[in-house]
């Protein structure tokens, strides 16, 4: 149970880590009213740390693809992120298989999703930011809210932004996968680190229509 709150939280942060380049944009800029991102999976890192008493698990998971949308004026954010669930890999065939069979169940649950929803972004100097994004994350059939923050530099067309957090996955309701003295930690360790180009959308403020 813990692999599957690992892998919902990193699909939802990477979502989020995206996004703000659209939104951070946004808010620098009175000529750009709302902006479009599509997400290349080819320049994410979603990395996971679960520490336990014998030895910590690491691993990993990949972008399928996704969509971002926000807008200056309204401060709302929209599209769609979708995380493959059968992409989890740890580097043990054996625990890579139960991850995906028996906690996310990813052949009847293919997909997580990230939903965006709304942002605020505090900029700095140099092109520097914080942001904060809530959404929406969809697994298994269930909703799920969720606030994140990141930070990173966007210069012209160029983002770099970095997160990490810790995920209490037992006190979402999810199963302690401890046994006796082969224990876990209560928490998910999560590190996002993206790069890229952003084409954005250009629409006129109201003041330049004047």
Request: a negative charge.
């Amino acid at each position: 149970m813990a692999r599957r709150v690992i892998y919902v939280i990193g699909s939802c942060a990477f979502a989020y880590l995206l996004s703000i380049a659209v939104l951070v944009r946004g808010a620098a800029s009175v000529e750009l009213r709302s902006g479009t991102l599509e997400l290349d999976p080819s320049k994410t890192q979603i990395e996971f740390r679960l520490p336990g008493s014998l030895h910590t698990t690491h691993g990993t998971f990949k972008l399928e693809r996704g969509t971002i949308i926000g807008d200056q004026a309204t401060g709302k954010a929209g599209g769609s992120i979708v995380v493959d669930a059968r992409s989890g890999d740890t580097g043990i065939g054996a625990r890579d298989n139960e991850m995906r069979e028996s906690v996310l169940e990813a052949q009847r649950y293919p997909e997580i999703t990230f939903d965006p929803q709304h942002f605020t972004v505090e900029l700095r100097g140099g092109g520097q930011f914080q942001a904060t994004m809530q959404g929406v994350l969809r697994l298994q059939g269930g909703s799920h809210d969720v606030t994140l923050t990141a930070q990173g530099q966007l210069v012209g067309d160029k983002l770099t932004a970095t997160a990490h957090f810790s995920v209490p996955y037992v006190d979402w309701g999810l199963k302690d996968p401890s046994v006796l003295f082969l224990t876990v930690a209560k928490q998910v360790d999560i590190d996002i680190a993206t790069a890229g180009d952003v084409v954005w959308t250009h629409q006129p403020s109201r003041s330049s229509d004047k």
